[in-house]
Every structure is written in structure tokens, then in C-alpha cells.
């Protein structure tokens, strides 16, 4: 297999072979390409590595877990918390959750720090049998989708591994991200 290696600077973007990536997927699906380039996306958080462990682990909790990823968003003045602010229509049905200040989602008397867990639990009241669906894609605010809200209406969100260096969880380096994939070793600029 191939190992390839990234920067990760203090603003929370990621470099790799004279480009820039505000988004894990974005990197990962540009280094998997170098030998798979058929490859149409490939998921950052999963694949991506920092001191051995993936994103998604990191993002889940070594150091604590990482702050809900709409916060960013509210901090940014992105997004505004309320009251069944955030929408989904999915089947015929529409259902409504709160927005809170610390960037979960509650929805009948659960809460959600992620939007794919809010997306899931309300398209599963009419379809049962749905393993998972992306709550960026899926669910709105003011009418727009939370992918278009974080690619910016007000200007760009944070890239989300801001985030995480702010909690502390990850820390800015020269070739401290990594991907292991089949054929050739690329390295970040």
C-alpha cells in the first residue's frame, strides 16, 4: 500500500502537494485518485489518520469529544440557535428540531451532536429499515440545506478540523495527517 502525508495548519486546513482542503473528504478523495483515479469520493474522517488513529476517533473522543460541528457554525453567526429552527422532509412528512446554543440538535426528547444522528432518527419514523442518511444534505435552515449553509451564504464556514484544534484534540504539523492506500508514497509540500 501507499502512505501519503499532509500538513494540517493552525487555521484547520490541509495541505497536500501545493493544494489547500477545508474539508477531510476533499484531501482523501485527491490522494486516493494518485492511485485509484476512478475513485469518485472517499471519506476523509474515516480514512485520514493522526498519531495512528482516524479523524472519526479523534473527532469522537480521546481528549474528551469534539464540540458538536454546528457550533462552528453559530460561532462563525452561520447559523442562529432556536426553536424548531432546522427542518427535514423526507416521505410526505416534515419534522422540526431545536437548535441550541452549544450546537445539538434536539428532536423529541433526544439530543443529536451530529446531523447525520437527527437526519437518521427522523427518516426512520416513515422508512424503519433506513441504516443512515447525511444530515447536511438532508436537513434545512431558512430553506437552504446544512451542506449549503456551510459552504456559505455568509462566507465559508470554518473548515471543520478548526474545531478540533481549538478543543485541543489535534494539533497543526507538517506531515501529521496520513492515508494508507495501494500503490505509491506521496508526500505534502
Known amino acids: 500500500g501507499s502512505t501519503h502525508f499532509a500538513d494540517l495548519t493552525s487555521d484547520g486546513r490541509i495541505h497536500f502537494e501545493g493544494q489547500t482542503f477545508d474539508y477531510p473528504g476533499g484531501w482523501a478523495t485527491a490522494a486516493v485518485r494518485k492511485t485509484d483515479p476512478n475513485r469518485k469520493w472517499t471519506d476523509g474522517w474515516k480514512l485520514i489518520k493522526y498519531e495512528g488513529r482516524t479523524l472519526n476517533q479523534w473527532r469522537k473522543g480521546k481528549r474528551g469529544p469534539a464540540p458538536p460541528p454546528l457550533l462552528a457554525l453559530i460561532q462563525a453567526e452561520v447559523l442562529v440557535p432556536g426553536a424548531k429552527c432546522l427542518s427535514i422532509e423526507y416521505n410526505g412528512s416534515t419534522h422540526f428540531a431545536d437548535l441550541t446554543s452549544d450546537g445539538r440538535i434536539h428532536f423529541e426528547g433526544q439530543t443529536f451532536d451530529y446531523p447525520g444522528g437527527w437526519a ?51 494539533v497543526p504539523g507538517a506531515k501529521c495527517l496520513s492515508i494508507e492506500y495501494n500503490g505509491s508514497t506521496h508526500f505534502a509540500d
Not at 123 to 139: A, S, Y
Not at 140 to 152: M, P
Not at 154 to 169: F, M, S, W
Open 120 to 170: 437518521t432518527a427522523a427518516v426512520r419514523k416513515t422508512d424503519p429499515n433506513r441504516k443512515w442518511t447525511d444530515g447536511w444534505k438532508l436537513i434545512k435552515y431558512e430553506g437552504r440545506t446544512l451542506n449549503q449553509w456551510r459552504k456559505g451564504k455568509r462566507g465559508p464556514a470554518p473548515p471543520p478540523l478548526l474545531a478540533l484544534i481549538q478543543a485541543e484534540v489535534l
